[in-house]
């Protein structure tokens, strides 16, 4: 069916392509749905759903992500739009950007990272501003020394 006419909406939730153990991909990936990967990748991967390095997968990439898990190993740098997990048996050897990052023990992260800060909201907080703790200390003892200590 290449070249129909007719386009398929595809879910970014479900896995739509899977890499097998005896297979060697040289090469970019780009996908709308999430990716397995179980054999060997040497490309860089651009994907809008989730990406899942299983344990005997060797990955050399750079990553882009809703979501990454890795359980193999994997050289590059990874770029989340969510989570990036190393499990116990992943390796991973690059530069991270993420929201959030977890490494299970036995796993091995080397490399730097960045989080990327989550969207304040305005229902309380401080509206999103960085405030310095001891000015504002102060100058709320001020405010109530004004008031009368109220």
Do not use: W
């Amino acid at each position: 069916m290449l070249g129909s006419s007719k386009s398929k909406r595809i879910d970014a939730k479900t896995t739509d392509t899977l890499i097998g153990g005896s297979t060697i991909c040289e090469g970019k990936i780009m996908s709308e749905a999430s990716l397995r990967i179980e054999g060997q990748l040497h490309g860089d991967i651009e994907c809008a759903g989730d990406i899942t390095i299983g344990e005997n997968a060797v990955v050399q990439s750079n990553i882009q992500a809703r979501d990454v898990i890795i359980a193999g190993k994997v050289k590059g740098n990874i770029q989340t739009k969510g989570k990036l997990i190393v499990t116990s048996s992943g390796v991973l050897v690059g530069n991270i950007d993420v929201r959030s990052f977890i490494v299970q023990e036995g796993g091995v992260f080397q490399g730097s990272s960045a989080m990327q800060i989550a969207a304040v909201s305005d229902k309380g907080g401080s509206g999103g501003k960085v405030i310095d703790a001891k000015a504002h200390k102060h100058q709320k003892s001020e405010q109530q020394a004004v008031s009368g200590g109220n």
